[in-house]
């Protein structure tokens, strides 16, 4: 997919394939007045319009005019991009508030769009593409298996869990909301004591962590259900521009990375030899677990079209 925003300031996306021979047109990001395609040198601008097919005699019949990249419908709302992988699909504003299902009046509470892009991994590990993201969706195991990371900053075994359709919402409690107590109720901040997690259904953690937001994003990868790709992203609310701010950025991304790659997934990835042995019929959701059980429910009805 290629994202680029155009000279009139509209945000498009693109399916990253040369209309020539299908070559990735770009690779990585950074700024540029329009892309070369580096096999022939098809060239585009930035509104993907075809502008350059060097030696155009040879392509005699083929009008640049309708051989611009591909388009993908894509919304761009309060910070956030929006993009349907899928040429033929529809995307617009009354699509996106029937996905987020209520979801939305949350993420633009946080204006992300003063929000810039801090640090970004790819991990690939041998779980299912949901296991990392169960990882998310309780804080009965914070205690025990995050007892040297992030058991000392939040409550365990507490949460808010409210559903938006297929998505949900999870709130985890810092131990720091004790020191309301003494503060009036009108300066009560609920975001800075928490981590609030949001599932956008089916494969993105979005996690408004305080003071910054983290993505967690999941793919199944090798063709294979016991692997996944882990897309890690850390967004902080301006540009860090001294070596202090850097350190708190790069400090809660190794805290993130410690307590979900080494600790949580780590675990997912246990579980997943297990589950793969086939032993085991069933497991079990408690009632300390709602959004767990949601996204079990939300993943049966996606597949299903059916309740339980
Ligand atoms: S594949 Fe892009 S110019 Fe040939
Ligand atoms: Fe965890």
Redesign the pocket.
Known sequence: MLLVRGDDGAARAFVN???????P?VKGCGRASGFS??????RYDRQGDLIV??DERSFPGIERASHGLVPLPLVERDGMLWVLPDPDGKLDAAVLDAHLSGMEHDLASYRLAGYCHFESRVLERPANWKMPIDTFLEAYHFAPLHRDTVAPIFFANLCLFDAFGLNHREAVIRKSIQTLREQPESDWDFVKHTAISYQLFPNTVFVMQADHVETWRLFPSQDRPDHCLVYFDCYVPEVPTTDKARKYWEANVDLAIRTVDLEDIAMQVDMERGYQAGVMKEVLIGRNEPSLAHFQRAIHRAVTGTSV
């Open positions: 394939q040369c209309r020539h021979r299908g070559a047109v395609c580096p096999y022939h040198a098809w097919i060097p």
